[in-house]
């Protein structure tokens, strides 16, 4: 079974809107932590936001937030005002205990930000 | 801080010669470091981690190998290329046993022709 699913392949977003990325989860170890990466077309990956399993609060970092629904397994990434420099590939990624601290990354979902 | 090396950013290699890619981290010791490969359009794949010098894990049977001479230097070989070893490889740093993120470096574009 998928570890991680973005259920979106692509997204097409005006800018200056708000856009939320999704991205579920399954695990059974109860210490974990979750990751939002950005791929531009460049091809480095940036590391965005984390989540932990035990944080109370839901992570932000800048123009960036995620939106963790521990109940419901997923963990969606929020970006606010959206920039075209915001186009680019993003994949969610999770780190367990249980994997040996491995990152288990998702498909990735592409995203365009229109002018 | 913290930064990750690449190099070449580009290689284009003839199916049947060697292969060698380094990576090196700076402003952090006793790093976690990761190889992974990313066919066109697709995910990562992890390919090879390490917890220490001469520590390597294969995540996957291939053509490739890893080996970490020295604490912040990882580098990826192939002793013959295939074509199917084509892609983008990423180098990435995590600090040790935890739940931390991962950097990654700036990647080689590999073409096997």
């Known amino acids: 079974a998928q570890k991680i699913t973005q259920t979106q392949p692509g997204m097409f977003v005006q800018e200056k809107e708000a856009v939320t990325l999704d991205c579920t989860y399954d695990?059974?170890?109860?210490?974990?932590?979750l990751f939002w990466y950005k791929q531009p077309s460049s091809g480095e990956m940036i590391f965005l936001i984390y989540q932990g399993s035990y944080d109370q609060q839901n992570a932000t970092e800048g123009r960036y937030s995620l939106n963790f629904q521990k109940a419901r397994k997923s963990a969606n990434l929020v970006i606010s005002a959206s920039q075209l420099g915001d186009s680019a590939m993003y994949f969610c990624a999770m780190r367990e205990t249980g994997s040996n601290y491995q990152l288990i990354w998702g498909a990735g979902t592409k995203l365009i930000i229109k002018p | 801080s913290q930064t990750i090396h690449q190099w070449p950013a580009t290689l284009v290699q003839p199916v049947g010669s060697p292969l060698s890619l380094e990576c090196t981290v700076e402003g952090t010791s006793n790093p976690n470091l990761y190889w992974y490969r990313q066919a066109a359009g697709r995910g990562l794949q992890l390919l090879f981690y390490s917890v220490g010098i001469g520590q390597i894990s294969s995540e996957v049977p291939q053509n490739l190998s890893a080996s970490r001479p020295q604490d912040r230097q990882f580098i990826l070989s192939s002793k013959k290329l295939l074509l199917s070893d084509s892609g983008f490889y990423l180098c990435?740093?995590?600090?040790?046993?935890?739940?931390?993120?991962?950097?990654f470096g700036p990647g080689t574009r590999l073409l096997v022709l």
């Open positions: 990435a740093w995590s600090g040790g046993l935890s739940l931390g993120a991962q950097y």
């Open positions: 695990t059974s170890d109860p210490s974990y932590g």
